[in-house]
């Protein structure tokens, strides 16, 4: 069955690029969505359609997916971004997610 | 602003059936273009998709879950129910009632709701 494989954590320094990668088969053949979710919340979506933002996102936040990676870039981290982020994309018409990784900033 | 709450007993014994009920406000269950569902979360660890429902009743599950999943919607009340068979501590989670948006080719889920910690235990 379809996976989707993140790397379970990742630290970065305030102001540096943060890249949260998403593997799976022929992912770039798929759209990605990301999620980001804080302690004790909900999960809020952050990227639909491999790249585009809702409402409300800042800017540093954008996507990129092709081949067999999706990717996360956070640009100019602050010490908010700090949560887990979550890829999630379709195949066979089920919702596949990916195990999440755990965003540090310090 | 669109609103999702979700709803049901804070504790379910092993072999029986979990249900939850999640209502929409701010919004009609019945707008075309949207499925509504539901997301499950085990203490710390990740997201699983359960299932989604149009406000028509066409439903799509996830097969892992080896059909103990039943998704309905009510219209009249903006709501809709999920049902999950045969639990066990396995199925301890935090239940998560989600919009999903049936972009072209894109579906991705735009709302969630607060989310519920349903524990399965005697």
């Known amino acids: 069955s379809f996976e989707l494989i993140q790397p379970p954590s990742l630290s970065v320094s305030p102001g540096q690029t943060a890249s949260i990668t998403c593997s799976g088969d022929?992912?770039?053949?798929?759209?990605t969505s990301w999620y980001q979710q804080k302690p004790g919340q909900s999960p809020i979506l952050v990227i639909y359609?491999?790249?585009k933002r809702p409402s409300g996102i800042p800017e540093r936040f954008s996507g990129s997916n092709s081949g067999n990676t999706a990717t996360l870039t956070i640009s100019g981290t602050q010490a908010m971004d700090e949560a887990d982020y979550y890829c999630q994309a379709w195949a066979s018409s089920t919702a596949v997610f990916g195990g999440g990784t755990k965003l540090t900033v310090l | 602003q669109l609103q999702l709450q979700e709803s049901g007993p804070g504790l379910v014994k092993p072999s029986e059936t979990l249900s939850l009920t999640c209502t929409v406000s701010?919004?009609?269950?019945?707008?075309?273009?949207?499925?509504w569902g539901w997301i499950r979360q085990p203490p710390g660890k990740g997201l699983e998709w359960l299932g989604s429902i149009y406000y028509s009743g066409n439903t799509y599950y996830n097969p892992s879950l080896n059909s103990r999943v039943t998704i309905s919607v009510d219209t009249s009340k903006n709501q809709i129910s999920l049902k999950l068979s045969s639990v066990t501590a396995a199925d301890t989670a935090i239940y998560y009632c989600?919009?999903?948006?049936?972009?072209?080719?894109?579906?991705?889920?735009?709302?969630w709701g607060q989310g519920t910690l349903v524990p399965v235990s005697s």
């Open positions: 989600t919009r999903l948006n049936l972009a072209v080719a894109a579906n991705y889920f735009d709302y």
């Open positions: 022929k992912v770039g053949d798929k759209y």
């Open positions: 701010g919004g009609s269950i019945s707008s075309s273009g949207y499925y």
């Open positions: 359609q491999d790249r």
